[in-house]
């Protein structure tokens, strides 16, 4: 009869031959067009969680190119296993926050915008209306709509202007005939991001690690997660180079505008923020968010695009995720505590 000690041995021994199997599992790539899974389970795996497939894309990215979402969908199954984002509940919440980021259209090659009118760096702008008021050209005055629907309204991204409204009147956009006609002055984005995005004008808290002149336009988000400033793009950079990548987002940032790096440097921010162990359903996208993008005026969207994923992943049918939900903050734990769970919350 076996001792505590040899019992012991034994269920440390199971958890890791189980864990050994997973990665051995893990070696099989996916194909890279994200063929449906309909395989019978094996090892009471889901056999959703580890690869995207064309038909899940297709529910999110209603408006996308067949382009755009076949170097999504290669792109995503070339790293998920890397950088953890293997479940269908984990997927789930990663496209939520995707789809916000970039929208249906999935352009996963545009940098963040910074064409904003003067009066919407001051204090807020509707983006529709009803009345429209004309510019003035002399003096120079933007046109805007008077009036709106409350969701038309558009506050201030930048807390800066308020306080230097001379400087917004220089750089913002000025439209003459009808909203961002640019009929008097167009918004000169490279300004707008140099100032907003240089730590010397942010609070200690909300500093980018962008010290050099330009940083603010060179490390502007860019990614199907926005990755900005220097500070970010240097951590995104250690992980990627930590996985494998060899493509250097530091000294070439530009390189965010192609399709794969967009999506695996942001699947690479994911990871290095530990989102891919945050263990809940709609009610943790706020915690999601803050961390994606705080100052976001898109919260209730955020969670309105959960419901969205959740669905094409079919999270509801997926066994392993179950298990992940049971665990109160997703967390690994060693194979003696649960050596099955690991087998679905540690990745490769």
């Known amino acids: ?24 599992d893990k070696t099989k790539t996916p194909t890279s067009i994200g063929k449906a899974a309909t395989e019978t389970k094996e090892d009471g795996k ?7 497939a064309k038909e899940e894309v297709d529910k999110i990215f209603t408006n996308a190119s067949e382009t755009d979402k076949i170097k999504l969908i290669e792109a995503f199954n070339e790293a ?18 995707v789809l916000a980021e970039v929208g249906p259209n999935l352009k996963l090659s545009e940098p963040e915008s910074f064409n904003y009118s003067v009066r919407r760096l001051k204090n807020g702008d509707y983006v529709k209306g009803i009345n429209w008021v004309k510019g003035n050209l002399n003096p120079t005055e933007g046109g805007y709509f008077s009036s709106g629907k409350p969701k038309d309204w558009k506050k201030s991204p930048f807390s800066y202007f308020k306080n230097n409204p001379r400087e917004a009147e220089s750089v913002g956009r000025k439209d003459l005939n009808s909203y961002n006609d640019k009929g008097i002055q167009k918004a000169n984005s490279e300004a707008i991001a140099n100032i907003v995005y240089a730590d010397k004008n942010r609070e200690p808290k909300y500093r980018l690690g962008n010290i050099q002149e330009g940083d603010g336009w060179k490390f502007m988000g860019k990614g199907v997660i926005q990755v900005t400033g220097r500070s970010n793009y240097t951590e995104v950079n250690k992980r990627l180079i930590k996985k494998g990548y060899n493509f250097d987002i530091v000294n070439n940032p530009n390189i965010l505008l192609r399709h794969k790096e967009s999506v695996i440097s942001s699947m690479a921010f994911w990871y290095w923020k530990d989102l891919q162990l945050k263990s809940g359903g709609k009610e943790i996208v706020d915690s999601i968010t ?30 392993p995720i179950k298990n992940e939900e049971s665990e109160s903050n997703g967390e690994w734990r060693m194979p003696i505590d649960n050596p099955m769970l690991c087998m679905y919350s540690q990745g490769g």
């Open 46 to 52: 889901c056999p959703r969680c580890e690869v995207l």
């Open 290 to 319: 803050k961390i994606v993008n705080e100052a976001t005026s898109t919260y209730e969207l955020r969670r309105s695009n959960f419901d969205k994923t959740y669905s094409a992943f079919q999270v509801d049918k997926c066994d």
């Open 1 to 24: 009869q076996s001792g505590p000690i040899e019992k012991l041995t034994e269920i440390v021994l199971i958890g890791v031959v189980k864990t050994a199997e997973l990665f051995d």
């Open 80 to 97: 998920n296993q890397k950088f953890e984002i293997n479940t269908c509940l984990r997927k789930a919440h990663f496209f939520a926050q």
